[in-house]
């Protein structure tokens, strides 16, 4: 059974930091691509960052260029968001997904129905 577990949400001030996790099991992690996403309330779920051993980082939205960034522990089968310099705009429930390749913003592969975590909310107040 493939399973995703979010956590390290919370509330932060705008300019602060937080380090997301994806913990993955249930599938052969390195033959697949990690995604994070987000949603808004009112707005469609969008995609944020990706990681894959084959294509490496690949950003979905460049509002998060030279913010956030991407990272894999494969040893402990976990990928991490670092968010930093964060923005009320990235205010959102922010969800991890595993997908057959990170490929391109817009077209998404989970591997899956069960594919998808559950989501940690992030708030940043202004």
């Known amino acids: 059974e493939v399973q995703l577990v979010e956590s390290g949400g919370g509330l932060v001030q705008a300019g602060g930091s937080l380090n997301l996790s994806c913990a993955a099991s249930?599938?052969?992690?390195?033959?697949?691509?990690i995604g994070w996403f987000r949603q808004a309330p009112g707005k469609e779920r969008e995609g944020v960052l990706c990681?894959?051993?084959?294509?490496?980082?690949?950003y979905y939205t460049n509002s998060v260029k030279g913010r956030f960034t991407i990272s894999s522990d494969n040893a402990k089968n976990t990928v991490f968001l670092q968010m930093n310099s964060l923005k009320p705009e990235d205010t959102a429930v922010y969800y991890c997904?595993?997908?057959?390749?990170?490929?391109?913003?817009?077209?998404?592969?989970?591997?899956?129905?069960?594919?998808w975590g559950q989501g940690t909310q992030v708030t940043v107040s202004s």
């Open positions: 997904a595993a997908l057959v390749v990170c490929g391109y913003s817009g077209t998404y592969y989970p591997i899956g129905n069960d594919a």
């Open positions: 249930g599938f052969t992690f390195d033959d697949y691509a």
């Open positions: 990681i894959s051993s084959s294509e490496g980082s690949v």
